[in-house]
Nanobody
Framework: QVQLVESGGGLVQVGGSLRLSCAAS????????MGWSRQAPGKQRELVAA??????MYADSLKGRFTISRDNAKNTVYLQMNSLKPEDTGVYYC???????????????WGQGTLVTVSS
């Protein structure tokens, strides 16, 4: 069983910064892509950023403010969020494609989410 646990959410003022972390644990042979999505109140979940072994991608509206990174040795992905705006408020979820053994198909795993609230 593989689990993803997010941390780092909280209350921050407009213009502030937060760094989210998401650590994977359990039976892991390899993690391919990892990413962050968010869901604002009353809205659908949307992709924020994703990272593979060599590439990163971001939602167009977030480029320049958010940075995704990962520590493969720790099976952890991070999301640095700067210049936060009220519209960044929501629950942030991390996800990963995990291989539990060689040649096994990748499994999509999601965390429980961490709440980010940006107050004005």
């Amino acid at each position: 069983q593989v689990q993803l646990v997010e941390s780092g959410g909280g209350l921050v003022q407009v213009g502030g910064s937060l760094r989210l972390s998401c650590a994977a644990s359990g039976t892991i042979w390899k993690i391919n892509g990892m990413g962050w999505s968010r869901q604002a109140p009353g809205k659908q979940r949307e992709l924020v950023a994703a990272i593979t072994s060599g590439d990163t991608m971001y939602a167009d509206s977030l480029k320049g403010r958010f940075t995704i990174s990962r520590d493969n040795a720790k099976n952890t992905v991070y999301l640095q969020m700067n210049s936060l705006k009220p519209e960044d408020t929501g629950v942030y979820y991390c996800n990963a494609e995990v291989l539990v053994r060689p040649l096994s198909p990748g499994r999509g795993v999601w965390g429980q989410g961490t709440l980010v609230t940006v107050s004005s």
